[in-house]
């Protein structure tokens, strides 16, 4: 069970992360891509990782007593173009997953993807008019895009966009919110939390599992991983079930470094 109250800064939590670790003989780290991994950015195709973030993740993916993950709102695809070096993705939150060379496909979503398809062509259709809204079709979730539209109009791409799905994806469908975005999806009760938790599942004993994320969609990993393995919130400070936060992209590179140059050495050292 997990609170959600502020999150803590990592530097004042450095000793239970520590002792965690300690504790532990094996690492899944999951992270986050927009915000955590990438720094956000006006246009989606341009976001791409920090150089120090790929650095430390290929160093802690090849390392054997870690597991690296990345678990993204991206469509699989589209997430691995932008980031080397985990064996697992999670895209589309989750409804898709990538393990060693197999990829699985959420079934009830995989059903849907038709009337998905059907709300992201009327929602280009409908919305055309907007400036610089823009609709991402991921196949089995679809983003729309306001953080280049003129906030007056945001709440007629909200009206409009709850109209076209309620009309075309009925019970089947739903809407939810993120940075600058309406995100629809399958209304099926899977999220980042259940992915990370099917990861986690294949983990050896002794496995800790930290968790990096950045907005309302990364809570139910957070719930997931906490309290026994630790989940970090970056940026914000609204109440999280994470128990951690560092202030941005750049920060979450140092937790990194951190991890590689100390973390991991902490892992393989035996109890007292
Ligand atoms: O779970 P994530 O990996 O964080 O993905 C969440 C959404 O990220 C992307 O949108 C966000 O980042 C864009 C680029 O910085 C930004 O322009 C947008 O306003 C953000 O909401 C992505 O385009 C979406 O598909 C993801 O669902």
């Not at 209304?187 to 990370?196: E, R, T």
Request: aromatic share 2%; net charge negative; proline share 8%.
């Amino acid at each position: 069970m997990s609170s959600t109250s502020p999150p803590r800064p990592i530097e004042q939590q450095r000793t239970r992360l520590r002792s965690t670790l300690t504790a532990a003989s094996h690492l899944l780290l999951c992270l986050d891509f927009d915000g955590t991994l990438a720094p956000i950015v006006e246009d989606p195709d341009e976001a791409k990782p920090l150089p120090e973030h790929e650095a430390a993740l290929a160093s802690l993916a090849s390392t054997p007593a870690v597991s690296t993950a990345i678990v993204s709102g991206r469509a699989l695809a589209d997430v691995r173009d932008r980031i080397d070096g985990p064996t697992t993705y999670a895209g589309n939150h989750g409804l898709e997953l990538s393990r060693e060379g197999s990829v699985m496909v959420h079934p009830a979503a995989r059903k849907r993807m038709s009337r998905l398809e059907a709300v992201c062509a009327t929602l280009e259709t409908v919305l055309e008019p907007v400036p610089n809204c823009r609709i991402e079709n991921k196949r089995l979730t679809g983003t729309v895009h306001v953080r280049s539209v003129p906030p007056a109009l945001w709440p007629v791409v909200r009206r409009d966009t709850h109209a076209v799905v309620d009309r075309i994806g009925g019970d089947a469908l739903e809407v939810s919110g993120g940075k600058r975005i309406f995100e629809i999806g399958p209304s099926v009760p899977w999220g980042k939390g259940n992915a990370v938790e099917l990861i986690a599942s294949e983990m050896p004993p002794g496995t800790v599992s930290i968790y990096i994320g950045d907005d309302v969609t990364d809570e139910s990993a957070f719930r997931t991983v906490e309290p026994d393995g630790i989940g970090v919130r970056v940026g914000g400070d609204e109440p999280s079930a994470a128990s951690c936060r560092v202030d941005s992209p750049a920060e979450v590179a140092t937790l990194l470094c951190w991890l590689e140059s100390v973390g991991v050495g902490l892992l393989e050292r035996d109890e007292p």
